[in-house]
């Protein structure tokens, strides 16, 4: 008989397929794999996690209660500070705010609901137009005429020590119910 037959020797053992050293170098790949997904998925978390966080909202004071007219829609402009990375740039906006008799105030945001265009208040038919499309709304944001898909959009609002305070937020035009971008 030959000397090796189907892996076996002269003794009757077997042939090891493997040895000790690539038994170790496959564990050790296997480990630093594992390390190294350890360390990929937060680093991945911390890049990408900026692009899902929608922006910071906070209240903003735009003016005082006691100055609104009763009735009679006031466009009140106001500076914020918009932060995008480490990137801060003063802007400038405007709501429109209606106060009512009870002394609740009604903030609506300064954009059209059809494509977001800005909107004015018209004093003499007491409406608020839209130049570009020819959208109208009353006093209370309810469309009344033209293509807008829905009533202006409303803000939030509190009052704190007779100072009106907004949480600014934009919304997507032409849909027919309010969707926060």
Known sequence: MSE?????????????VGSRRTFF???TKVAAGLIGLGLAIPLAGYV?????????????EVGQVDSLPQGEPSQLEYVTIVRDGY??????????????????????????THLGCGYH?????????????GSVYDVTGAVLAGPAPRALDRLPTKIEEGRLLVMYKEFKSGLSKPVEL
């Open 48 to 60: 990408i996690s900026p692009a899902l966080k929608r922006r910071a909202q906070s209240w903003v």
């Open 121 to 133: 208040w018209d004093t003499t038919d007491r409406k608020f137009k839209c130049p570009c499309h």
């Open 87 to 112: 990137l801060e740039a003063k802007t400038q906006k405007a709501v429109w705010a209606v106060k009512h008799p009870d002394g609740a105030v009604t903030v609506f945001a300064p954009l059209c």
């Open 4 to 16: 090796q037959q189907g892996g076996l020797e002269e003794g009757g053992d077997h042939t090891p």
């Open 25 to 27: 170098g496959w564990v």
